[in-house]
T-cell receptor, first 112, second 116 residues
């Protein structure tokens, strides 16, 4: 997790919008993925950005700026079930294949 | 979406014993699988990349003789924790990719290992 930085915790109100930022190390960088993990569960894929710009998937959107080594995950119309940890993950070329290294995660708490 | 099955989900063992964890891709063939380790409230740490038909590639600091990985078929990879000790207690998660560039991983449900 040393090659990515993201906030450790975020709290937001149900129905609101929240943005989770992520900065990353550029060495070997190929793209940025986002994963959601509920307590005790397995991570699930949310989105992936290889090019600059915004990718939208329903209530979730992800943005990438390669020149700024920065990306974010945007969650709209927050629901209680969105309370989980969110990980940005850097895709890089290593060991003969592409690999993902994960940030430390952002714990999102959605409150009524 | 693709399904990756991992078992056992939880195992408790005595110090010194070996534990085998299986990871299967149920509806697709996975040339490459990844094994991660996660401590409570921490990130996922890549342990090794498992390639079908060849030796696994281990990350720096991961002991290959302690964490044996076998990827004998396109749908099965196994991780064996040999001579487990309490410090090996952790959440182990496998993942597999359907894409060429591994940007989208499908994770197993994880195995919580507790070594007494």
């Amino acid at each position: 997790g040393q090659s990515l930085e993201q906030p450790s915790e975020v709290t937001a109100v149900e129905g609101a919008i929240v943005q989770i930022n992520c900065t990353y190390q550029t060495s070997g960088f190929y793209g940025l993925s986002w994963y959601q993990q509920h307590d005790g569960g397995a991570p699930t894929f949310l989105s992936y950005n290889a090019l600059d710009g915004l990718e939208e998937t329903g209530r979730f959107s992800s943005f990438l700026s390669r020149s700024d080594s920065y990306g974010y995950l945007l969650l709209q119309e927050l629901q209680m079930k969105d309370s989980a940890s969110y990980f940005c993950a850097r895709l890089y070329s290593g060991a003969g294949s592409y690999q993902l290294t994960f940030g430390k995660g952002t714990k999102l708490s959605v409150i009524p | 979406g693709a399904v990756v099955s991992q078992h056992p989900s939880r195992v408790i063992c005595k110090s010194g014993t070996s534990v085998k964890i299986e990871c299967r891709s149920l509806d697709f063939q996975a040339t490459t699988m990844f094994w991660y380790r996660q401590f409570p409230k921490q990130s996922l740490m890549l342990m090794a990349t498992s390639n079908e038909g060849s030796k696994a590639t281990y990350e720096q600091g991961v002991e290959k003789d302690k964490f044996l990985i076998n990827h004998a078929s396109l749908t099965l990879s196994t991780l064996t924790v040999t001579s487990a000790h309490p410090e090996d207690s952790s959440f182990y998660i496998c993942s597999a990719s359907r894409g060429q560039n591994n940007e989208k991983l499908f994770f197993g449900s994880g195995t919580q290992l507790s070594v007494l």
